[in-house]
Nanobody, 121 residues
Framework: QVQLVESGGGLVQPGGSPRLSCAAS????????MGWYRQAAGKQRELVAT???????NYADSVKGRFTISRDNAKNTVYLQMNSLNSEDTAVYYC???????????????WGQGTQVTVSS
């Protein structure tokens, strides 16, 4: 069984720079991609950033230049460094990963439980 466990977030002042972490655990063969989505109150979930096992990254336009995604393949962990936060970044942030549990099985998508990030003074 695979689990994604997130940490970080909470109440952050405008302009703050928190870092989110997400560790995958369980029966894992490989993780081709990991990333972060977010969902603000009353809005649809949206992509924030993704990163492949090779280090290729993709960002939403709204966070380019402010957020940085990275991963530690040895620890099956993805990070999201967030800088220059503003109120529009307030949302529940969800970690996700595409994971092979073995080479015999097709990959599945897994989600973390979500972590709240609130930007407020």
């Amino acid at each position: 069984q695979v689990q994604l466990v997130e940490s970080g977030g909470g109440l952050v002042q405008p302009g703050g720079s928190p870092r989110l972490s997400c560790a995958a655990s369980g029966s894992i063969f490989s993780i081709p991609a990991m990333g972060w989505y977010r969902q603000a109150a009353g809005k649809q979930r949206e992509l924030v950033a993704t990163i492949t096992s090779g280090g290729s990254t993709n960002y939403a336009d709204s966070v380019k230049g402010r957020f940085t995604i990275s991963r530690d393949n040895a620890k099956n962990t993805v990070y999201l460094q967030m800088n220059s936060l503003n109120s529009e970044d307030t949302a529940v942030y969800y970690c996700y990963a595409i994971i092979y549990i073995s080479f015999r099985h097709a990959p599945n998508e897994y989600w973390g439980q979500g972590t709240q990030v609130t930007v407020s003074s």
